[in-house]
T-cell receptor
C-alpha cells in the first residue's frame, strides 16, 4: 500500500511569488492535514480537510489556503511568499476524523 | 500559547542508556497522548500512544508513563541505540469530533555509539 505522497519535494521561490503543494493520501484515507515545520517551532498545524470540507484551521494568515478534491487529494497554496515561509510542509492523512496520522516526507520550500 | 510543553529540547545519551523525554499539558480535557518519531528527511511516524485510563504503556524498548494528577507524560527509551537517534514529538488531543492534535516542540535525541 503506497504511503502519503507529496510533490514537489523541493522548491525554491522568491518573495512575492505564490506556490502550490500537492498531497496524495493513502488510498481510502479521507482526512488530510497540513503542517509547517521549522527548526525551533516544531509542527505548526495549518488546516485539516475531511471529505472536501475544512474541519480545522490553525493560526496562519489568509495567504495560506488549501482544498481537497473528491478523490481526497489535497493542495495547499501560499500566496505572496515571505522569507519566513521557508519551511518543510508536511501532509498527513488518516482514514477518519480521529486516529493515527500518516505523514508524507514533506515539501521543502525555500523563499529567497 | 503552548498547551503542550516538551523538554528537553535536545538530549545526548550513550548507547545502552535510558532516554527520557517529558511533556506537560494544561487542558484536563485531553484524553489521547501520542508520541511521534521523526528521522531526518522523513515525516513523523506514530511510535506509541496512551489514554489516561492507564498509567503506563510499554511497546518493546519504548514506554509511556502517564501522571494524570500532575498533567504530565513521558517517553522512556530503554537500552537506547544509535538507530533511535531522531526527533521525538509528544502531542495531545481531546475526544469528540474533529480531533485536533496539540504538539510539543520536539526533542532531538542523539545516541552515541
Amino acid at each position: 500500500k503506497a504511503g502519503v505522497t507529496q510533490t514537489p519535494r523541493y522548491l525554491i521561490k522568491t518573495r512575492g511569488q505564490q506556490v502550490t503543494l500537492s498531497c496524495s493520501p493513502i488510498s481510502g484515507h479521507r482526512s488530510v492535514s497540513w503542517y509547517q515545520q521549522t527548526p525551533g517551532q516544531g509542527l505548526q498545524f495549518l488546516f485539516e480537510y475531511f471529505s472536501e470540507t475544512q474541519r480545522n484551521k490553525g493560526n496562519f494568515p489568509g495567504r495560506f489556503s488549501g482544498r481537497q478534491f473528491s478523490n481526497s487529494r489535497s493542495e495547499m497554496n501560499v500566496s505572496t511568499l515571505e522569507l519566513g515561509d521557508s519551511a518543510l510542509y508536511l501532509c498527513a492523512s488518516r482514514w477518519g476524523e480521529t486516529g493515527e496520522l500518516f505523514f508524507g516526507e514533506g515539501s521543502r520550500l525555500t523563499v529567497l | 500559547q503552548q498547551q503542550v510543553k516538551q523538554s528537553p529540547q535536545s538530549l545526548i545519551v550513550q548507547k545502552g542508556g535510558i532516554s527520557i523525554i517529558n511533556c506537560a499539558y494544561e487542558n484536563t480535557a485531553f484524553d489521547y497522548f501520542p508520541w511521534y518519531q521523526q528521522f531526518p528527511g522523513k515525516g513523523p511516524a506514530l511510535l506509541i500512544a496512551i489514554r489516561p485510563d492507564v498509567s503506563e504503556k510499554k511497546e518493546g524498548r519504548f514506554t509511556i508513563s502517564f501522571n494524570k494528577s500532575a498533567k504530565q507524560f513521558s517517553l522512556h527509551i530503554m537500552d537506547s541505540q544509535p538507530g533511535d537517534s531522531a526527533t521525538y514529538f509528544c502531542a495531545a488531543s481531546r475526544d469528540g469530533n474533529n480531533r485536533k492534535l496539540i504538539w510539543g516542540l520536539g526533542t532531538s535525541l542523539a545516541v552515541n555509539p
